[in-house]
């Protein structure tokens, strides 16, 4: 089984699998908001919000080094902030010459590089852990109850029925592409603008087609009785037990927040 | 069962698999201009949500009221393709490739309210399913991407082929422009976005994204060619000038311009301290600098590269820019509002 | 089997898997002279067109594959490509110009070839597709039929000697079917039809191979292996 697929986990049977979207996904955005509010160089602080979120992660029963290394899969935009390590002013470490030029790297810019890219990695591996224990339904269930606009939510739910339709759509056109690409005798491949612009007709034709399909799903919806409401299911309230998982977890992030400001 | 697995055995086996392997190259993402979280502070990722939040609503009144209501859940299906399409890539040299972020396209297939939506839509699901831009940093990956991304390919599409005359040559230089702009525009805001933050000193940030992204953009403004090409052929309905929609989205159009203009002159000014880095060694006693308070709305210490009047300018021309926009919206509501007996 | 009798086609003991794990082929041999054409059928599911996407290259399993005396592996797929034509089954996925000739000459402009020869190819592909005069139409108006065999024509441009087709007649009317099976008639390449039309089979394949999960079941005279009602009842082909 392909140990990095998508949903494949969404339907697990751990604690954290079946807890309610709702609550999932506000302990997540809780997470992440309170790691965004934490001081740099609060490295204590740091510590316990990794242990909150390997807790979590050992409550989904996911598999820590999955959850590690898909997380660090998001990581190269760090590169970004590669420039920290010389531009903060401090206490210097050590000079390193480019060119002509001194960059002095400093502990300080060392600790706000650092405090970056952990805390950058820590809120990745928490919505990672939402994402794959929480099936695109439930998840969009969790968005509606947060008032995100009906039509919104339908959107992405018709998205995310097409999506494999036309993405498939898309990679069998690259693959009669790629069946169309011969090595010949002298200079092969065509100039890369030619190139750009095939892929640019690819593109046209993929949405196109898209556009066009969706004026068959519009009559397809209309011939079933669709009038523009949106109707669904109405959705139980979240169990007073995990509203107290939810409230606890809050309640966790808050003192670390504190101790955070502390440190 | 879960919808994916079911997915597995079916026809559309490989593309399920395709999307669920992160290490996959064929992964779409676009450009390098999702931020994860972390890497802007806490104030500005919430402004940008907040801005995003008001956009996005706005854009679904304008949808909604434009075309019949029942029809913009559809525009899910477009993004859906401009996920597709961002999966197509040509091989530049050795092993890199160019990508689509598609908001030049959308907007010219669709109008710029629902390609607002749409590409929201996109990099919604990237940020949420595929940990492509972060949480907390989705509202500004929404602005860059849908709002700036869009906003701004639509003013220079539709002023360029209004000089050109509506030709199908003026078409297509449009579409290259519109698909270069938005690519850098979009990553301009993203590096003030950087810098504002303390992630990024400016003179860094700035150059860097802005210098990627314009070469970058050239992919996208040839892709977006060969799509108006390929649409232009086998759909001219939709592409033509279409008088009432042009004066419906002066405000959207007003905005683009400004946002480009604004967005393409503070970025020189931010970056533009000389020798940012010599000074820093300077060292002018910042030794109280390494706590950041979450609680001062703007840092009164110097971040490194920039100095403390061009902070005062950029966050001066952020706020100029959310007025001038809030403006341009206004005057295209009671546009409509007047207009509104006549059109359609 | 004597080397010459292969040279078209030499597969051996071809083993597939999806990266997943599921298995796609199982120990596939498959034997082709120049000129023959072998009609693929089998249950859904089979592996007909995993098989196909073998012959040039786009999958890669486990055992041996020649295609015209060379083999396939990573390092030789450009030159493959120019012997193998596939045509898929979707013709849509194959059509992404605006136009009928920007489609056609795709595969010369990539093979490198001058102005003159990419048009001399173009013109030679429509003329064998009796579609001449279909140059400058837009590839999006076409009908399923004409659109299926512009497909063929992007690949004959590139002067293939083996011609695989996966479902070549799903869809097609009557007269569609026809006059497909008309041009795939006067066609001199070595042709592999995957197809769940058996009638297709019977008219233009003197020889079919039944696959299975995989397997190849039989392997023989299209007449003796489409005559067998037990054989084509176990295997979901009646």
Same mark, same amino acid.
């Given at each position: 089984m392909h140990s990095n697929s998508l949903d494949l986990y969404c339907a697990g049977a751990s604690f954290w699998h079946r807890l309610d979207s709702r609550v999932k996904l506000i302990i997540t955005l809780a997470y992440v908001l309170s790691v965004s509010l934490m001081p740099v160089g609060a490295w204590p602080a740091y510590v316990l919000l990794a242990g909150f979120v390997f807790s979590v992660a050992v409550a989904s029963e996911l598999g820590l080094w999955m959850l590690v290394r898909r997380a660090l899969?998001?990581?190269?935009?760090?590169l970004a902030a590669l420039p920290l390590l010389v531009t903060?002013?401090?206490?210097?470490?050590l000079n390193i010459s480019v060119g002509k030029w001194l960059l002095p790297l400093t502990y300080a810019g060392l600790e706000r590089f650092l405090s970056v890219a952990f805390k950058s990695w820590l809120s990745v591996q928490m919505a990672v852990l939402l994402t794959a224990t929480t099936c695109l339904p439930d998840l969009l269930v969790a968005l509606r109850a947060l008032h995100l606009p009906g039509l919104l939510v339908t959107s992405v739910g018709l998205m995310w029925r097409y999506l494999f339709v036309l993405v498939d759509e898309a990679m069998r056109m690259l693959r009669a592409r790629e069946s169309r690409s011969a090595a010949g005798k002298g200079r092969s491949g065509g100039s890369v603008v030619w190139r750009a612009r095939v892929t640019g007709n690819m593109a046209g034709s993929v949405f196109l087609r898209g556009y066009e399909r969706s004026e068959r799903i519009y009559s397809a919806m209309l011939a079933r009785g669709y009038d523009g409401t949106i109707r669904s299911l109405p959705v139980e309230p979240v169990p007073a037990a995990q509203r107290w998982v939810a409230a606890l977890a809050i309640g966790v992030l808050l003192v670390l927040l504190v101790l955070g400001q502390w440190m | 069962m879960s919808h994916y697995t079911e997915l597995l055995d079916g026809p559309y086996a490989h593309a399920a698999r395709a999307i669920g392997? %992160? =290490?996959?190259?064929?992964? %779409?993402?676009?450009? %390098?201009?999702?931020v994860p979280d972390g890497f802007l502070s806490t104030w500005v990722a919430l402004l940008m949500w907040v801005v995003a939040i008001v956009a996005v609503a706005y854009a679904l009144r304008r949808v909604s009221r434009e075309l019949d209501e029942r029809r913009v859940p559809l525009f899910g299906v477009l993004a859906a393709a401009i996920f597709a399409g961002q999966m197509l890539n040509f091989s530049v040299t050795g092993g890199t490739s160019g990508h689509l972020l598609g908001a030049a396209i959308a907007c010219i297939l669709v109008g710029p309210w629902a390609a607002v939506l749409a590409i929201t839509c996109v990099v919604g699901t990237q940020a949420l399913l595929f940990q492509d831009g972060g949480l907390l940093a989705l509202g500004a990956n929404i602005v860059n991407m849908a709002l700036i991304g869009v906003s701004v390919s639509h003013a220079v599409y539709t002023s360029l082929r209004r000089l050109a005359g509506d030709k199908r040559w003026g078409t297509l230089v449009a579409s290259f422009a519109a698909g270069w702009a938005s690519i850098v525009v979009a990553s301009l805001a993203c590096a003030l976005e950087l810098a504002v933050s303390g992630t990024s000193p400016a003179n860094v940030a700035v150059p860097a994204m802005g210098g990627i992204h314009m070469l970058i953009g050239i992919g996208e403004g040839l892709i977006t060619v060969g799509a108006v090409a390929l649409l232009y052929a086998a759909r001219p309905d939709l592409m033509g000038a279409d008088k009432s929609k042009a004066v419906e989205n002066k405000g959207i159009l007003v905005g683009g311009l400004v946002l480009a203009i604004v967005l393409a002159v503070l970025s020189p000014l931010a970056s533009s301290h000389p020798d940012g880095l010599e000074w820093v060694a =300077?060292?002018?006693?910042?030794?109280?600098?390494?706590r950041e308070s979450p609680y001062r709305l703007i840092p009164d210490y110097a971040f490194p590269g920039v100095s403390n009047e061009a902070i005062a300018t950029i966050a001066a021309g952020i706020v100029g820019l959310l007025i001038v926009f809030g403006i341009a919206m206004a005057v295209a509501a009671s546009r409509r509002r007047r207009g509104s007996a006549q059109s359609l | 089997m004597a080397q010459s009798a292969c040279a078209a086609v030499d597969i051996r003991g071809l083993d597939f898997a999806y990266p997943d794990g599921q298995v796609a082929l199982r120990q596939v041999n498959l034997c082709v002279a120049p000129g023959e054409r072998i009609g693929i059928v089998g249950p859904n599911g089979a592996g007909k067109s995993t098989l196909l996407l073998h012959l040039n290259g786009i999958l890669q399993g486990q055992g041996l594959i020649a295609v015209d005396g060379l083999q396939v592996t990573r390092a030789k797929v450009g030159v493959v490509r120019a012997k193998v034509g596939m045509v898929f089954q979707n013709p849509d996925d194959q059509l992404f110009s605006p136009t009928v000739f920007d489609d056609v000459a795709y595969g010369p402009i990539y093979m490198g070839l001058a102005g003159v020869e990419v048009r001399q190819r173009v013109a030679q592909a429509l003329r064998q597709i009796a579609m001449?005069?279909?140059?400058?139409?837009?590839?999006?108006?076409?009908s399923l039929g004409e659109k299926k065999r512009v497909a063929i024509a992007t690949v004959l441009a590139m002067t293939p000697t083996v011609l695989s087709l996966d479902e070549p007649s799903a869809g097609l009317d009557p007269r569609g079917r026809r006059l497909l099976i008309h041009l795939l008639e006067a066609l001199p390449q070595t042709m592999l039809i995957s197809t769940h039309d058996l009638q297709l089979v019977k008219e233009l394949c003197p020889r079919t191979l039944l696959l299975d999960e995989g397997r190849v079941v039989a392997d023989g005279p299209t007449v003796k292996l489409l005559a067998d009602e037990a054989l084509l009842l176990a295997h979901g082909l009646a």
């Open positions: 899969l998001a990581l190269p935009f760090a903060t002013p401090g206490p210097v470490i | 392997d %992160p =290490e996959c190259s064929l992964l %779409p993402g676009g450009t %390098p201009m999702h =300077e060292q002018r006693g910042f030794l109280d600098f390494a | 001449e005069k279909y140059a400058n139409r837009v590839s999006h108006h076409l």
